[in-house]
Every structure is written in C-alpha cells, then in structure tokens.
Nanobody, 118 residues
C-alpha cells in the first residue's frame, strides 16, 4: 500500500511558477516509478512527467524544458517544478505511484488544482 498526498497547487499568472509536492507513505526507492498526470476539464488524464526508482526521468513534449521532476528521498517526496506556465497547463494534477511486485499496482493521490490565468 502507498498513500500519496499532493500539495502546492494554486492560482498563478501566465509565465509564473509553482512547485507541486507528492509525499509518499513509504520509501520512494520501493516504488518503481512516481508519475505526475493532469486532467483538464472535459479532457482525458494525460502524462506529465515521471521519475523511476533509479532516478531516470521522462517528460511529456508539452512540458519539456518548462517542468522539472525531482525527489527528496529523506522526505519520501517527489516534486514537480513548473515554470513558464501557460493557461493550457490549467488542470488537476495527480500523483501516481506505480509498484511492481508479483503484479503491477497503481496508487493515486487526491489531486491538486493548478489554475493559470492569462
């Protein structure tokens, strides 16, 4: 089991920055990957960025160069630093923990709202 708690969302003007946090209930090294997704109104949930237990990172093309995913293992927390925000980044951002043992399981946080005004 993994509990995830996101925080850091809010209202920001276009061009601004926000940092989201995803705090996990256990060591992030025991989680195969922690991934940020987002879902805008009327749209499907989409991949934003991910980081593996080995530290490899991956980004959606739409955020590459603007967003940075990182982690603090001492705090069992993964961060999403978002810069040069655009109105189209407005969405609920969700943290996902992908755990593979005998089977693959996914755990989700409650989400945090990010609103970018033009």
């Amino acid at each position: 089991q993994v509990q995830l708690v996101e925080s850091g969302g809010g209202l920001v003007q276009a061009g601004g920055s926000l940092r989201l946090s995803c705090a996990a209930s256990r060591s992030i090294f025991s989680i195969n990957a922690i991934i940020w997704y987002r879902q805008a109104p009327g749209k499907l949930r989409e991949f934003v960025a991910g980081i593996t237990s080995g530290g490899n990172t991956n980004y959606a093309d739409s955020v590459e160069g603007r967003f940075t995913i990182s982690r603090d293992s001492a705090k069992n927390t993964v961060y999403l630093q978002m810069s040069s925000l655009k109105p189209e980044d407005t969405a609920v951002y969700y943290c996902n923990a992908h755990v593979v043992t005998f089977e693959a399981r996914d755990y989700w946080g409650q989400g945090t709202q990010v609103t970018v005004s033009s």
